[in-house]
């Protein structure tokens, strides 16, 4: 391996693809950069990579010890590696080299207790540390990701430099990276992320359902609307993806790929945190819940395919009603109903984001979030501008949804949203997430719930009391003896 002529600027640590392109794309913004990977073919790919891709300033170290003291003091060194104990043994294997003052990056989907703890022991040894999300996939990790560090400002300020140029750059925006906070603030957020990038998926995924379904839309057709749709309101990475998909010919055989692919959802974990922590929290957050339940329900794949034959020789089709329906209203219809549901999943994870800042002393800014995913990441998209100036004209806005901008939006779609869940249902086609984003703006913007007969319920059961709409104070009515009076 040729050593660098001196010291590198910073190192980075675990060369899987993400790795990999994340230390090609900080090379080529022009900080020399040291590499290590503990299978070391992996040390050589990327040093050829960086050789074939303009010679850039990277260099390779088999071994930990050369690695780390091949990097200038005060050294900061990014590590790339699985969540849970692979983080703590990279940790430790180079923490053996390190001296105080020196840092530590972990750019791992993190759950954000575990950096908090590591934060601590780090300290401890007189290291700086941060758990910084970085969104954008492969692509975006080689040209430009969107990052979310947290923990030590210190150690945000040792690379800031770089992180502002590595980031992607948004015209009138900025780099996409901020310093988010202290603690585990950047792995929460980009947890949350990853969840609201959960409902995102599922609400189109359903929009293509009900197209192609009960519109009976092709591929080509179904190309033809997303990339349309892409040029306005939804303009964003996922839909554009989602419109080169249904244009790809399947390299097997005859048709598309994407009717080839098993219709059976994997996951890693984050979206699952997600609804954890809203549900710890108590934050309502249906759709990115629902979204979860539908990539658990995919995994049946043999109990649905039983399922269905038991449900046919029933009379169930897969479709229930095979209704004729005006196709041009029908892609208007859901082009709104998915808009006006993705407000209510931005909605629910930005009041998760809050309600943890709150809980924690975090005091992190929500405007600032949405300024940092409008690139690199997997949910940026126009519409975060739109979020970015909810919360700059009101930094303490309770929900998005009764911003007047988006609540005028919402007033405007409601029909239509409306109209798509009705055909769905009618046609036996589950748009849980579309389904679910309707209920959670229909009980939000509700001043009255049927929440008071729950009340009375557990006070009738349990004596748990209640409060009255007419009179302070808390109530106990004995339910049980005044029914059996009354039954007398």
């Known amino acids: 391996m040729a050593a660098p002529p001196k010291p590198t600027r910073i190192g980075l640590a675990g060369l899987a693809v993400m790795g990999q392109n994340l230390a090609l794309n900080i090379a080529e913004k022009g900080f020399p950069i040291s590499v ?30 050369s690695f780390v003291k091949s990097i200038q003091k005060p050294r900061v060194v990014i590590m790339l590696v699985k969540a849970g104990s692979p983080v703590d043994q990279t940790i430790k294997t180079l923490s053996a080299y390190l001296e105080k003052g020196d840092c530590i990056i972990d750019g791992g989907n993190e759950w954000y207790e575990n950096t908090e703890r590591r934060e601590k022991a ?32 210190d150690a945000f300020k040792y690379i800031e430099d770089i992180l502002l140029k590595v980031a992607a750059q948004v015209p009138d925006s900025g780099p996409c990276v901020t310093y988010i906070g202290k603690g585990g603030s950047g792995n929460f957020v980009k947890m949350v992320h990853n969840g609201i990038e959960y409902g995102d998926m599922q609400l189109i995924a359903e929009a293509y359902d009900v197209l192609k379904s009960v519109g009976k ?39 598309y790929l994407v009717d080839k692919v ?43 395919v039983e399922a269905a034959k038991v449900f046919k020789a029933g009379g169930f089709g897969d479709i229930l009603t095979d209704q004729v329906v005006d196709k041009k209203q029908l892609i208007d219809d859901v082009r709104q109903a998915l808009y006006a549901s993705k407000i209510c999943s931005y909605a629910q994870g930005m009041n998760l984001i809050r309600a943890k800042s709150m809980e924690k002393g975090w005091d992190l800014e929500l405007g600032e979030l949405a300024r940092i995913w409008k690139g690199g990441c997997i949910i940026r998209a126009v519409f975060l501008d739109r979020i970015k100036k909810a919360y700059d004209r009101n930094p303490d806005l309770a929900n998005l ?88």
């Open 122 to 153: 780090m300290a401890e040894l007189g290291l700086l540390y941060l758990g910084m999300g970085v969104s954008g996939g492969e692509e975006g990790a080689r040209n430009g990701p969107s990052m979310m560090p947290g923990g030590s400002f």
């Open 262 to 304: 098993l219709d059976k959802t994997g996951m890693k974990g984050t979206g699952k945190w997600t609804v954890q922590q809203a549900a710890d929290l108590s934050v309502a957050a249906p759709t990115i819940a629902s979204s979860l339940d539908a990539r658990f329900l995919s995994g049946l794949k043999e109990e649905r």
């Open 36 to 65: 290590y990977n503990r299978t070391t073919s992996k040390v050589d790919e990327t040093v050829v990579r960086a050789k074939k891709e303009g010679d850039l300033p990277l260099y390779g170290f088999h071994d930990p010890e």
């Open 401 to 488: 949804l009764v911003d007047p901008e988006f609540a005028k939006e919402i007033i405007e779609r409601q029909s239509a949203w409306r109209r798509v869940v009705c055909l769905a249902i009618n046609s036996g086609i589950s748009t849980p997430g579309m389904s679910s984003s309707l209920a959670y703006f229909d009980t939000f913007r509700r001043e009255r719930l049927p929440a008071n007969l729950v009340q009375a319920q557990r006070d009738y059961f349990g004596a748990h009391t209640y409060e009255r709409v007419d009179v302070e104070g808390s109530f106990h009515t004995e339910w049980f003896k005044i029914a059996r009076q009354l039954k007398n």
């Open 217 to 255: 839309l092709s591929n080509d057709e179904l190309r033809s609307v997303f990339s349309e749709w892409n040029k306005g309101e939804l303009l964003s990475f996922l839909v554009e993806i989602t419109a080169d998909i249904f244009g790809i010919k399947d390299d097997k055989g005859e048709g």
